[in-house]
């Protein structure tokens, strides 16, 4: 994936949140469409942050999914990443 590709992050307070509502009151979650993601950032940004934080040089690679596996990246998580690349810009901007 391009490394200014926006991506969604999601924060374990906002999981355990939806996650206790749809146990208090599962009739607001039933059949409900969630949007969970707190934050839309590119691993540029995410990298751009911790630069920030830590003082150190981050950098971001992108490579093909043949080569991540290479690399050993989960091949499930290689072929979400081609997911959150062809599809999930379509989904945002619904």
Not at 84 to 89: G, I, K, R
Request: proline share 4%.
């Amino acid at each position: 994936m391009a490394s200014d590709q926006p991506v969604s992050f999601i924060s374990y307070d906002t999981i355990g949140r939806v996650a206790a509502e749809a146990f208090v009151v599962p009739e607001r979650i039933n059949d409900a469409e969630i949007a969970l993601a707190d934050e839309y950032v590119s691993h540029a940004q995410v990298a751009a942050m911790l630069e920030e934080v830590t003082g150190k040089a981050v950098t971001v690679t992108s490579v093909d999914t043949a080569k991540a596996v290479e690399l050993r990246l989960a091949p499930r998580v290689a072929h979400a990443h081609l997911w959150l690349t062809d599809v999930a810009p379509l989904v945002v901007r619904c």
